[in-house]
């Protein structure tokens, strides 16, 4: 079995939806389809992408954890065909008014939403590729050379680095998260909390969810029904955010 293959930087995601549309049609067959990429860093792109669809749309407050889980799921699962390319161009497309009908987002960003542009855009792509008799696969490639283990763990230190520096300039996490607190909790890289501290991330987590009670969309109170994985995955958030904060990360060469 392959190992994951690299993800594209941001400036070869963004120079990709510069293409015109049959052009761009052309080149989707080089493209790395997401279930090809490292776990981590497929979501770590796709967060990336829809933060900036949704601040150049204007949405207005923050994409509350379930949606985010089901989001993640959502590509993982049913799109993971396309390439972070791919997303960043539906999404370009659906912001320019290049599909059929445009597809609003009441001011919440959630799967049903971007499940809807994804499959405009790939209904857009069918046609183009028909239109202009392209062709749908490339020849099978070579195989590539295995990573050893030492390279894939240094690849993901160095994208946790990546998230830790992002975090530090910015004082944000990427949109998915609770994936980053999961792998560094099973290499152990994560310090035990003392008892001072879980009160403090106990007290930030209560703060959170005051503010989301008090947003009364219908989103808030249709989510109780799944209070529990909404509550893991914030507690995850909260205690992420705390370990860059304070530089609680354990590494080999400390």
């Known amino acids: 079995m392959s190992d994951a293959k690299p993800l594209p ?19 989707v067959l080089t493209f790395t389809p997401i279930r090809e990429l490292d776990p981590i860093e497929a979501r770590g792109g796709i967060g990336t992408i829809i933060a900036q669809h949704a601040a150049l749309i204007g949405f207005k407050g923050e ?9 993640s799921g959502m590509i993982l699962s049913r799109f993971s065909s396309l390439s972070l390319e791919e997303l960043y161009k539906a999404f370009q497309m659906e912001r320019y008014g290049e599909f059929d009908t445009r597809t609003e987002h ?30 749908m696969s490339l020849p099978a490639p070579t195989p590539e050379e295995q990573l050893t283990e030492e390279e894939k763990e240094a690849r993901f230190i160095a994208n946790v680095q990546r998230f830790y520096n992002d975090f530090k300039q910015t004082g944000r996490l990427p949109l998915f998260c609770c994936w980053i607190y999961d792998s560094l909790k099973e290499r152990g890289m994560i310090t035990d909390f003392t008892e001072e501290e879980k009160e403090l991330l106990t007290k930030r987590y209560k703060e959170r969810k005051i ?19 909404d509550d893991i995955s914030l507690k995850k958030e909260i205690a992420l955010e705390y370990i ?9 060469d400390k």
């Open 106 to 135: 009441y001011q919440l960003i959630n799967a049903p939403y971007i499940s809807e542009i994804l499959k405009k855009y790939k209904d857009w792509l069918c046609r183009t590729r028909q239109n202009n008799n392209l062709p």
């Open 63 to 71: 994409i509350d954890p379930l949606n985010k889980s089901d989001i």
């Open 244 to 252: 860059f904060e304070n530089d609680k990360l354990l590494t080999t």
């Open 211 to 229: 503010k989301e009670r008090d947003n009364k969309s219908l989103v808030s109170r249709l989510k109780r029904s799944f209070e529990g994985v």
């Open 9 to 27: 930087t941001l400036q070869q995601i963004g120079k990709a939806g510069e293409l015109q549309q049959v052009a761009f049609a052309q080149q």
